[in-house]
């Protein structure tokens, strides 16, 4: 078998509509791509729905499919991201996104996110994590701002629960209690030893000293714990091992660095890496291909293109997808000779929706022997013209695989 190395680049939302300031053109039809446009000519294209047609995903879906995996594999959002700020879970394990919030006396929520603290959060989180209530132990972490994961470990419990979290815009409404959503007694009894922790918490960090020190100042104490987004972390066999290779994925975004842990990749990141369009994506391109060199398959994120249309900045995102330019034309100038690049999305995130939709984004692979197709460009009309045809996101992953010689025959 002729095995083969891939690197996927992938601009985070790019997908996107005609829009009138940009004479009726798509932020990525607008720019100026001279380096996807040669991926685009020298390769195959195509049009790829993550999921179907018409099925919008969030971008942790998005790159648990791009890394291999298929939509009903999806853990839940709190497992990718305690991966993603580096917690060890387990199988089994409840996990929940989670924010630090200011409560008043009688529980109404006064701030979401506690004054979008900053500082001392490692220290309170470490003052609560470690609690064990009825032989489930809770552990905490904090990650940026006001943002932390919480991970419950012990038998009989579920997924099956509501969140404590009341949601924005709902400053000024109760937290919620947790409520189990359905009859079992697993999803009764992890509601229960959850509420329970969260009065705890809230008694403990109602007089931290972090806090007491925020009163002090005239800052809102990080006195409560909102809960969201659980998830009950599975046993999924890791997609190295699926396909005996060697990943690495290159980002400065938590969700994305999480998929790649539960992958079996190399999660690769840098405090360069932004998330914006501040990234430093010399270093991307330098980092994914060093990576390219001690494996089978690389997979190098940006995020700008989508906080650009999630901001209903049609401008920005152009610039955005011009800086993703720039990124591939540094991979195009080093890739070695006997590699795929492929350009691809997770989803669209059309700017006058400011929120993911379920239209298809292009894709685009260049590389040895590809069955190169009539497409110059690569944007969201020409794509539709490509060899690739319109595809689902699990048979665009498996064509790269089948293309790295890593997929196996049917029959004899
Ligand atoms: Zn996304």
Do not use: W
């Not at 470490?126 to 943002?147: C, M, P, Q």
């Amino acid at each position: 078998m002729l095995h083969r190395k891939v690197i996927i680049a992938i601009a985070d939302g790019i997908g996107d509509r005609p829009i009138a300031e940009l004479d009726d053109k798509t932020p990525l039809e607008y720019a100026d791509t001279p380096n996807l446009d040669r991926v685009a000519s020298a390769g195959i294209n195509g049009m790829m729905d993550p999921i179907a047609p018409g099925i919008p995903v969030g971008t942790d879906m998005g790159h648990l499919i791009l890394f291999g995996y298929e939509p009903q594999d999806y853990p839940g959002r709190g497992p990718i991201e305690a991966l993603g700020v580096g917690m060890e879970v387990q199988p089994g394990d409840i996990v929940l996104r989670c924010n630090y919030a200011t409560v008043d006396s009688s529980g109404i929520v006064l701030d979401r996110r506690a004054g979008r603290i900053r500082e001392g959060t490692d220290r309170i989180a470490e003052t609560i994590s470690g609690i064990e209530i009825d032989g489930v132990t809770f552990y905490l972490k904090s990650a940026t701002e006001h943002r932390a994961v919480l991970v419950l470990r012990g038998t009989g419990l579920s997924d099956r629960i509501g969140d404590s979290d009341p949601k924005a815009p709902n400053d000024g409404s109760p937290y919620h209690k947790v409520k189990p959503l359905d009859d079992s007694d697993e999803a009764k009894r992890t509601a229960a030893v959850l509420n329970r922790f969260l009065q705890e918490a809230h008694r403990l960090l109602s007089r931290h000293p972090v806090n007491e020190a925020r009163v002090q100042r005239g800052e809102k104490p990080a006195n409560f714990i909102l809960t969201r987004g659980v998830g009950r972390m599975t046993e999924l066999t890791p997609i190295s091992e699926r396909l005996n290779i060697r990943g690495s994925c290159i980002a400065g975004e938590s969700t994305v660095l999480g998929v790649a842990k539960l992958a079996g990749f190399k999660p690769v990141t840098d405090s360069r890496m932004t998330a914006n369009m501040d990234t430093d994506i010399e270093l991307k391109a330098e980092l994914a291909l060093r990576e390219l060199a001690d494996c089978d398959l690389v997979l190098v994120h940006m995020k700008a293109p989508d906080l650009k249309g999630h901001d209903n900045e049609p401008l920005e995102k152009a610039k955005a997808v011009e800086l993703f330019d720039r990124l591939v034309g540094l991979l195009l100038r080093d890739m070695p000779e006997d590699a795929y690049l492929a350009l691809a999305a997770d989803h669209s995130t059309p700017c006058e929706v400011g929120e993911h939709s379920g239209e298809p984004v292009p894709i685009a692979i260049c590389g040895p022997g590809i069955r190169k197709d009539r497409v110059l460009h690569y944007n969201e009309c020409d794509g539709g013209y490509g060899g690739l045809g319109r595809l689902s996101g699990m048979d665009f992953v498996r064509t790269l695989h089948d293309l790295m010689g890593r997929v196996k025959k049917k029959g004899n």
